[in-house]
């Protein structure tokens, strides 16, 4: 009996380091990455199903009324979402799954997939998230502003998350995640078919 993969969500407010710390966690585990689908049109260098699936507005929200996407959600006036049957696959062929999306997607995958692990990404405080994205140097005082309140409010839905995971030092964020996607490996509910080929043996 082959052992069905695990889906988890990476997810956390602009500024938690999600990429860099995902990338860290890539060097040493395996996972399927899921590529999400959009409505909007391709930016130069792009590539459909590599970046994003590229759908028109029509064809994605066809494909939405037919159930299949995990989690879609509308932002700046385009379609954003998770192709459910990618997903699927993965875990049937025992493939560890990874999603980096933002919370609202994080909770509809849950609703949709109960069994999908959500890891909530945090800067330590306030004060060196603002400090990360003084460095980036691509907002001005009042985005600053913005991103920060955002950012507070948006700690809250850390609540209905599996974990949460500071993200003072990569090396050892991303050690952190690892130490969660092995965890979950682990658990009895995840290997319950390697017990059951237990049965009927004789062992003596």
Do not use: H, W
């Amino acid at each position: 009996m082959n052992k069905k993969g695990l889906v988890f969500v990476l997810s956390g407010p602009s500024g938690s380091g999600k990429g860099t710390v995902l990338e860290e966690v890539l060097k040493t585990e395996k996972l399927y990455l899921s590529v999400s689908a959009t409505s909007r049109r391709p930016r130069e260098g792009e590539k459909d199903g590599v970046n994003y699936y590229f759908y028109t507005p029509e064809r994605f929200s066809e494909i939405a009324a037919g159930g299949g996407f995990l989690e879609y959600t509308t932002t700046y006036g385009n379609f954003y979402g998770t192709p459910r049957q990618p997903i699927l696959d993965a875990v049937e062929r025992g493939e560890n799954i990874m999603l980096e999306i933002d919370s609202v997607g994080a909770v509809n995958v849950k609703a949709e997939y109960p069994d999908a692990i959500l890891i909530f990404l945090v800067t330590p405080n306030v004060a060196e998230l603002k400090r990360r994205l003084i460095g980036r140097g691509t907002e001005d005082p009042e985005q600053l502003k913005t991103r920060i309140d955002c950012y507070i409010d948006e700690i809250k839905a850390g609540l209905k998350y599996d974990y949460l995971v500071i993200n003072d030092d990569v090396k050892r964020c991303a050690a952190d995640v690892i130490a969660i996607i092995r965890a979950e490996q682990l658990k009895i509910k995840n290997n319950i078919g390697f017990i059951n080929n237990f049965k009927g043996d004789n062992i003596c």
